[in-house]
Nanobody, 124 residues
Framework: VQLQASGGGLVQAGGSLRLSCAAS????????MGWFRQAPGKEREFVAV????????DYGDSVKGRFTISRDNAKNMVYLQMNSLKPEDTAVYYC??????????????????WGQGTQVTVSS
């Protein structure tokens, strides 16, 4: 299984970035796809997750209303559109896959597969 995240970079506060994650080696439709992030010296934080249909999603409180997760099941891709970025959004962003019950979707330890991470830096 491989999850390949891309799209990170340096952006000014208030700007936007779109992260992409390409999945291979798994039955994509069986997995809920999520994004987590980790800033230096902090624990890994839940950002967003989408069910297979893509129509059912969940977001961390700190990104709700600014970030949007979506998935293209035909291409085995998941995306994270990040708008109104803030310096506190600076972190390494990871995509991950899980088939855990929906009630545990925010728990990083429940995710089976992880991508390598992509750095997002937001300057003030």
């Amino acid at each position: 299984v491989q999850l390949q995240a891309s799209g990170g970079g340096l952006v000014q506060a208030g700007g936007s970035l779109r992260l992409s994650c390409a999945a291979s080696g798994l039955t994509f439709s069986n997995y809920r796809m999520g994004w987590f992030r980790q800033a230096p010296g902090k624990e890994r934080e839940f950002v967003a997750v989408a069910k297979w249909s893509g129509g059912i999603t969940d977001y961390g409180d700190s990104v709700k209303g600014r970030f949007t997760i979506s998935r293209d099941n035909a291409k085995n891709m998941v995306y994270l559109q990040m708008n109104s970025l803030k310096p506190e959004d600076t972190a390494v962003y990871y995509c991950a896959a899980t088939n855990v019950v929906w009630g545990r979707r925010r728990e990083a330890e429940q995710y089976d597969y992880w991508g390598q991470g992509t750095q997002v830096t937001v300057s003030s």
